[in-house]
């Protein structure tokens, strides 16, 4: 299941706040966030304190030609992770 966060305000310490305090490693959140470029897509792989991995996805919205915000998702795979690391192990045990 993906969330969808739309960030139309220019004070976004709030949003930041609660998204960076379920991270194990807020720094890198945190610096990717202050060096992503207004226009670009960006995306990365967030592990959370409750074992989740969580993948972010991160692009300008667009209206009348202008970037006016953001958008961003993310979406719960930790189930897939798992199950590849699995199969990995399974592979290497045949190995």
């Not at 220019?10 to 305090?21: A, R």
């Not at 209206?63 to 199969?87: C, I, P």
Request: charged share 25%; glycine share 4%.
């Amino acid at each position: 299941m993906s969330r969808v966060i739309g960030l139309f305000k220019k004070n976004d310490s709030p949003v930041l706040g609660h998204v960076t305090s379920l991270m194990l490693n807020p720094k890198h959140f945190f610096l990717s966030y202050k060096t992503l470029c207004f226009c670009s897509i960006d995306r990365d792989v967030l592990h959370l304190k409750d074992g989740r991995i969580v993948e972010r996805y991160s692009e300008p919205l667009m209206l009348h030609n202008q970037v006016s915000g953001r958008v961003w998702s993310f979406r719960d795979f930790t189930d897939l992770r798992k199950a590849q690391e699995a199969l990995d192990t399974s592979e290497e045990d045949i190995v």
